[in-house]
């Protein structure tokens, strides 16, 4: 278990972040602890039509099972558009890592604040969507450890 001051300074980081995106400080206090006690938050990863993103989504629908493949998070300070950015880097069965996209602005805002003070949140590849007509996209969940 963790110390319960950590915890408080996690949650106080998450519902003052939400707050400034619109919730109400209640309902971003609420959100904060739903995901500090252990829910998860299913997200789609964007960017995913950038350069050779797209060969590697149809590769890993059509070669691969989602337990094989590994998610981690990066923080892409240097990234010009997007102070908070959080890159998404995937591996298959330990292989090179790719940097399959990013997860959404509104979403990396919390997220970014969290692992600038440490705090480990675990990723799991969910699945990928989309058709072979249209462009592929990936979900991924984010949980904090």
């Given at each position: 278990m963790k110390n319960i001051h950590v915890i408080r300074r996690m949650v106080a980081?998450?519902?003052?972040r939400l707050k400034k995106m619109g919730l109400t400080l209640s309902a971003a206090f609420k959100k904060a602890w739903e995901f500090v006690k252990g829910n998860t938050i299913n997200t789609k990863v964007s960017g995913v039509t950038k350069g050779n993103r797209q060969k590697a989504l149809r590769r890993i629908l059509t070669?691969?099972?989602p337990e094989q493949i590994r998610v981690s998070l990066e923080r892409d300070k240097a990234n010009l558009y997007d102070n908070n950015a959080v890159n998404v880097i995937i591996s298959v069965n330990g292989s090179k890592a790719y940097n399959l996209g990013c997860i959404p602005r509104n979403l990396a805002y919390v997220v970014s604040a969290l692992l600038d003070k440490g705090v480990h949140?675990?990723?799991a590849f969910g699945s990928v969507i989309g058709a072979a007509s249209m462009n592929y996209g990936a979900v991924i969940s984010l949980q904090l450890e």
């Amino acid at each position: 278990m963790k110390n319960i001051h950590v915890i408080r300074r996690m949650v106080a980081t998450m519902a003052n972040r939400l707050k400034k995106m619109g919730l109400t400080l209640s309902a971003a206090f609420k959100k904060a602890w739903e995901f500090v006690k252990g829910n998860t938050i299913n997200t789609k990863v964007s960017g995913v039509t950038k350069g050779n993103r797209q060969k590697a989504l149809r590769r890993i629908l059509t070669a691969y099972r989602p337990e094989q493949i590994r998610v981690s998070l990066e923080r892409d300070k240097a990234n010009l558009y997007d102070n908070n950015a959080v890159n998404v880097i995937i591996s298959v069965n330990g292989s090179k890592a790719y940097n399959l996209g990013c997860i959404p602005r509104n979403l990396a805002y919390v997220v970014s604040a969290l692992l600038d003070k440490g705090v480990h949140i675990a990723a799991a590849f969910g699945s990928v969507i989309g058709a072979a007509s249209m462009n592929y996209g990936a979900v991924i969940s984010l949980q904090l450890e």
